[in-house]
């Protein structure tokens, strides 16, 4: 009798771990519903202690045939839903969509996912270390030839203990690395252009492209045809065009780009497709005379009318030199800048307008070098010559021609962040054409930058009608440094954008430092 019962009570509990066998951590148990199970899986098998994030999963296996639709579903369907009511210990759950696939039924696109998907979840929880008892209503909708409405209640309970990798680690890993990155974390430039019932859009990144793919998303249009591809520059540019799409121009639009594992995405803006070279030169131009008046370029092109206020009484050659050599400052540094744009798009760099104001270390120069400038415009220091300097200044007949040359360099510095109308899309073509384009556009903007020194040169007399020098000089220097102090606390904001607000904090409190020891000394 007492081994016939040893007997039942084992048959007994295999029987019951057959019917409801145990769980590993970090692992919900599979839910069946309309062609599709589900479950809601962890990274992890427990919470550490202080841990305030979880990496989750929505793990979906399809049956044959059908699909559930990612973010954007194309012509028809409904991506999946998540609602996380009943969970404890959960805060914000934000999902994350690996690349899709590109599904064609009676001619109609659609994106999604066959076969098995894991949409990565990025979960915070509200008190850092605790248990969390997670629970979410799935809403989807399955298709194949027919669509199908689909709801499942999926749960998971995560204890307080040792975070060791669960056996869905992996597999979360893979999927949240087909999650597209950010385009320009990638080195991939994105521009698009739309005019004539046509829209393009360019890919450009520093490895080349084998078999890409776009998916782009717009509220004006919210399903698009599969695009035609080309590739050019040995892969590294990857040309994707919609014909028969009337897309009004300046729409912003988030562009997918996928090529086998590798996924980027990124917004950009569709521009009006120019009408050739001409057009965009005489945009150029006027986008560069527009410069002058922007808060970047104006307090120089003011310090510069206040310096000519001094050779009001002087030749009109005196004028005319210092004027042509600020413009030509001006032309040349835009040129330069193109030619350095072009050879870092032909090394493979990720280029834009205003590159170089994305280095921290570049931000920081110049708001300090724009906040020393003020303050010597204040009165708080000044640099004066050598002896054998003046000496030299005598004998040269072209006295103070390098400084000319500086001013018009210093402008075209400040001007390259500045996004005036038509500098944004003279420049963002540009930077999609070859090397030739490139330049010939950089030196239009360079033209239209320098255009009112070269206006002035042309008439000098009009330095003649500048009030001669006397004390509102200097109460004019106090006001041009305000605008030159305006111009450093805005490249401070920028600069705390880039790298932080404590480096920015800690280069305005130099400044700070520097400014007061000077008014003290």
Same mark, same amino acid.
């Not at 659609?110 to 076969?115: E, I, P, Q, R």
């Not at 929880?125 to 909708?141: D, M, N, Q």
């Not at 045809?225 to 028969?244: I, K, Q, Y």
């Not at 607000?501 to 000077?518: D, I, M, R």
């Given at each position: 009798?007492?081994?016939?019962?040893?007997?039942?009570?084992?048959?007994?509990?295999?029987?019951?771990?057959?019917?409801?066998?145990?769980?590993?951590?970090?692992?919900?148990?599979?839910?069946?519903?309309?062609?599709?199970?589900?479950?809601?899986?962890?990274?992890?098998?427990?919470?550490?202690?202080?841990?305030?994030?979880?990496?989750?999963?929505?793990?979906?296996?399809?049956?044959?045939?059908?699909?559930?639709? =990612?973010?954007?579903?194309?012509?028809?369907?409904?991506?999946?839903?998540?609602?996380?009511?009943?969970?404890?210990?959960?805060?914000?759950?934000?999902?994350?969509?690996?690349?899709?696939?590109?599904?064609?039924?009676?001619?109609?696109?659609?994106?999604?996912?066959?076969?098995?998907?894991?949409?990565?979840?990025?979960?915070?929880?509200?008190?850092?270390?605790?248990?969390?008892?997670?629970?979410?209503?799935?809403?989807?909708?399955?298709?194949?030839?027919?669509?199908?409405?689909?709801?499942?209640?999926?749960?998971?309970?995560?204890?307080?203990?040792?975070?060791?990798?669960?056996?869905?680690?992996?597999?979360?890993?893979?999927?949240?690395?087909?999650?597209?990155?950010?385009?320009?974390?990638?080195?991939?430039?994105?521009?698009?252009?739309?005019?004539?019932?046509?829209?393009?859009?360019?890919?450009?990144?520093?490895?080349?492209?084998?078999?890409?793919?776009?998916?782009?998303?717009?509220?004006?249009?919210?399903?698009?045809?599969?695009?035609?591809?080309?590739?050019?520059?040995?892969?590294?540019?990857?040309?994707?065009?919609?014909?028969?799409?009337?897309?009004?121009?300046?729409?912003?639009?988030?562009?997918?780009?996928?090529?086998?594992?590798?996924?980027?995405?990124?917004?950009?803006?569709?521009?009006?497709?120019?009408?050739?070279?001409?057009?965009?030169?005489?945009?150029?131009?006027?986008?560069?005379?527009?410069?002058?008046?922007?808060?970047?370029?104006?307090?120089?092109?003011?310090?510069?009318?206040?310096?000519?206020?001094?050779?009001?009484?002087?030749?009109?050659?005196?004028?005319?030199?210092?004027?042509?050599?600020?413009?030509?400052?001006?032309?040349?540094?835009?040129?330069?800048?193109?030619?350095?744009?072009?050879?870092?798009?032909?090394?493979?760099?990720?280029?834009? =307008?205003?590159?170089?104001?994305?280095?921290?270390?570049?931000?920081?120069?110049?708001?300090?070098?724009?906040?020393?400038?003020?303050?010597?415009?204040?009165?708080?220091?000044?640099?004066?010559?050598?002896?054998?300097?003046?000496?030299?200044?005598?004998?040269?007949?072209?006295?103070?021609?390098?400084?000319?040359?500086?001013?018009?360099?210093?402008?075209?510095?400040?001007?390259?962040?500045?996004?005036?109308?038509?500098?944004?899309?003279?420049?963002?073509?540009?930077?999609?054409?070859?090397?030739?384009?490139?330049?010939?556009?950089?030196?239009?903007?360079?033209?239209?930058?320098?255009?009112?020194?070269?206006?002035?040169?042309?008439?000098?007399?009009?330095?003649?009608?500048?009030?001669?020098?006397?004390?509102?000089?200097?109460?004019?220097?106090?006001?041009?440094?305000?605008?030159?102090?305006?111009?450093?606390?805005?490249?401070?904001?920028?600069?705390?954008?880039?790298?932080?607000?404590?480096?920015?904090?800690?280069?305005?409190?130099?400044?700070?430092?520097?400014?007061?020891?000077?008014?003290?000394?």
């Amino acid at each position: 009798m007492r081994t016939r019962s040893r007997l039942a009570a084992a048959v007994l509990a295999a029987a019951t771990l057959g019917s409801a066998p145990a769980l590993a951590g970090g692992l919900g148990a599979w839910v069946r519903a309309e062609q599709a199970d589900l479950r809601l899986v962890s990274a992890t098998e427990a919470i550490g202690p202080g841990q305030e994030r979880l990496r989750l999963g929505l793990h979906v296996r399809l049956e044959t045939g059908w699909k559930i639709y =990612w973010r954007s579903p194309g012509s028809a369907g409904l991506p999946p839903r998540l609602d996380w009511d009943g969970s404890a210990n959960l805060g914000q759950a934000t999902l994350r969509w690996p690349a899709p696939q590109r599904f064609e039924l009676f001619g109609l696109q659609s994106y999604g996912y066959a076969g098995e998907v894991v949409l990565p979840i990025e979960a915070r929880l509200v008190e850092p270390g605790a248990p969390a008892v997670l629970g979410a209503r799935v809403e989807y909708l399955v298709c194949r030839e027919i669509c199908i409405p689909g709801a499942a209640r999926v749960a998971l309970d995560l204890p307080a203990g040792p975070p060791t990798p669960s056996a869905a680690a992996h597999l979360i890993d893979r999927f949240a690395g087909r999650v597209p990155a950010p385009a320009a974390a990638a080195g991939v430039t994105l521009a698009a252009e739309t005019g004539t019932g046509t829209l393009v859009v360019t890919a450009r990144g520093a490895h080349p492209f084998v078999a890409p793919d776009l998916f782009v998303e717009t509220a004006a249009l919210p399903d698009l045809p599969a695009p035609r591809v080309s590739l050019a520059e040995g892969g590294r540019t990857a040309r994707f065009t919609f014909p028969d799409v009337a897309l009004p121009a300046g729409t912003r639009l988030t562009a997918t780009v996928v090529d086998g594992p590798v996924a980027i995405e990124g917004e950009t803006v569709a521009l009006a497709a120019a009408r050739g070279l001409g057009a965009v030169l005489a945009i150029a131009l006027i986008g560069g005379l527009i410069l002058n008046l922007m808060p970047c370029v104006l307090p120089v092109l003011a310090l510069k009318v206040t310096g000519l206020a001094g050779l009001a009484g002087a030749q009109p050659a005196a004028a005319r030199r210092s004027l042509l050599a600020t413009a030509a400052g001006v032309a040349l540094s835009m040129l330069a800048l193109g030619a350095a744009l072009a050879g870092l798009r032909a090394a493979g760099a990720s280029i834009g =307008w205003g590159v170089q104001f994305q280095q921290p270390v570049f931000l920081a120069f110049m708001a300090a070098l724009t906040g020393l400038f003020a303050f010597n415009l204040w009165g708080l220091f000044a640099i004066g010559a050598p002896r054998w300097a003046g000496t030299l200044a005598e004998a040269a007949p072209r006295r103070g021609l390098a400084g000319d040359l500086a001013t018009g360099a210093f402008a075209t510095l400040l001007a390259t962040p500045c996004s005036a109308p038509f500098v944004g899309t003279a420049a963002a073509w540009a930077l999609t054409r070859g090397t030739g384009e490139i330049l010939a556009v950089f030196a239009a903007l360079g033209a239209g930058l320098a255009l009112p020194w070269v206006a002035l040169a042309a008439v000098p007399r009009l330095a003649a009608l500048l009030p001669r020098p006397g004390a509102w000089m200097i109460r004019l220097r106090a006001a041009m440094g305000v605008l030159l102090a305006a111009t450093s606390a805005w490249l401070m904001t920028v600069l705390a954008s880039q790298a932080g607000t404590e480096v920015a904090a800690g280069v305005a409190a130099s400044l700070v430092a520097a400014g007061a020891a000077l008014w003290l000394a």
